[in-house]
């Protein structure tokens, strides 16, 4: 690992993207996952992977994803060592390994707390994934799925529409995200 990256990973370079271990770590962080599935198993699962990746990226704006087998409770593929901010590449053994599985849940982190990004819908839909989670650095959690695909000039046409009207950038996103959701072209919810 290069000298750059290990600063960039070092505990507590990045105080926004620090997260709260005594929520983490709580029982009422733990019911959220609860509402996952029916499969308690796969449930526990998708949290002990989701703490794992929260504290790796603790403090830093790199991003962690998992894709489960839902019918084995499998791990097949993880990427675990992204270099580049905010964005989960996919490695050619990753693309092999999920192109093998009909039935996976992908689980990932978004350091910057924010809801999942049009890219994550996209990759939802294009993949096939059947459940998709995004796990945020201030213990939000997310499930969604795509119905269709949202060109992504038209995604920030629409937040910037929601900028003007002085909204943050999370809250922007979040109404623009409604927004398609009462189309029907997505499904998302905090859980």
């Known amino acids: ?8 990973q070092r505990y507590g370079r990045n105080k926004e993207t620090i997260i709260n271990h005594s929520f983490i770590n709580s029982g009422e962080y733990r019911k959220k996952y609860d509402e996952i599935s029916d499969d308690k198993e796969l449930n526990r ?23 489960i087998d839902i019918d084995s409770l499998e791990i097949v ?13 996919y490695s050619k053994a990753t693309k092999k390994m999920i192109s093998k599985h009909k039935h996976l849940l992908t689980i990932h982190t978004h350091p910057q ?7 994550d819908f996209s990759s939802a839909l294009k993949n096939k994934y059947q459940i998709s ?16 695909y949202i060109i992504e000039m ?14 943050s950038d999370i809250d922007a996103q979040l109404c623009a995200l409604n927004e398609f959701q009462k189309n029907g072209d997505i499904s998302f919810k905090e859980v």
């Not at 593929?77 to 590449?89: F, I, L, Y």
């Not at 707390?113 to 890219?119: L, T, V, Y």
């Not at 796990?135 to 269709?148: A, E, F, P, Q, V």
């Open 154 to 167: 038209f995604y920030k046409h629409t937040v910037a529409k929601y900028k003007k009207k002085s909204l």
């Open 45 to 67: 699962k998708i949290y002990q992977i989701a703490k794992k990746m929260l504290m790796h990226r603790s403090g830093t704006l790199l991003e962690d994803m998992y894709w």
């Open 133 to 148: 989670l995004v796990c945020c650095h201030d213990g939000k959690l997310y499930i969604y799925n795509s119905k269709k």
């Open 1 to 8: 690992m290069d000298s750059e990256l290990q600063e960039k």
């Open 113 to 119: 707390s924010m809801s999942p990004s049009i890219g």
């Open 77 to 89: 593929a993880s990427e675990t060592t992204q270099k580049e901010e905010c964005k989960v590449k």
